[in-house]
């Protein structure tokens, strides 16, 4: 097996234990990523979000890597790309590229996104694929009460 993301399929999620795979990745992937925001909810709450909210009702979709480990997940709402983590040891593989490639492709219309101040990598990938910060807020509209920035991409 290589370790480019080409080895990797993305798909939807579409069972309970990708939800719990996908919440898995993005519980691992917020506390590197994000070391020093505070997550409003618990372990088991995450877990119980994308099992009962993002993988049933939203446009959830998974990396997967041969051994069938979930290494990335992406949920779409409309032309807001909601949630994109990777697991920690596959970032900078051009796994995150492919699902932005794949939200374009959902939302050819245009896509939004909000993302941490304190995220600078974050700021630099999503830059450098064509979105413009166009909103600061000092974190009044969110759970975990952190200065966001909201971002937008047009064709």
């Known amino acids: 097996m290589t370790s480019g993301s080409r080895t990797v399929v993305v798909r939807r999620a ?3 234990a990708d939800a719990d795979a996908a919440a898995g990745v993005w519980l691992r992937s917020f506390a590197a990523a994000l ?4 997550r409003p909810r618990s372990d088991d709450e995450v877990h119980a979000y994308f099992r009962h909210v993002l993988v049933p009702l939203r446009e959830t979709w998974v990396a997967e890597i041969p ?7 992406m949920v779409l709402e409309g032309e807001e790309l909601a949630q994109l983590y990777l697991a920690p040891d596959w970032r900078g593989r051009g796994l995150g590229d492919r699902f932005v ?6 939302s ?10 304190v995220n600078a990598p ?21 759970e975990e009460r952190e200065p966001d920035v909201r971002y937008v991409w047009r064709p």
Do not use: C, I, M
């Open 14 to 16: 579409v069972s309970s």
């Open 35 to 38: 070391p020093t925001v505070v």
């Open 101 to 106: 490639t794949l939200a374009k492709e959902r």
């Open 67 to 73: 051994d069938g480990d979930v290494v990335g997940v």
């Open 122 to 142: 974050a700021h630099r990938f999503y830059e450098r694929h064509g979105f413009t910060a166009v909103e600061r807020t000092d974190g009044d509209g969110n």
């Open 108 to 117: 050819p219309g245009g896509l939004s996104l909000w993302t941490f101040q």
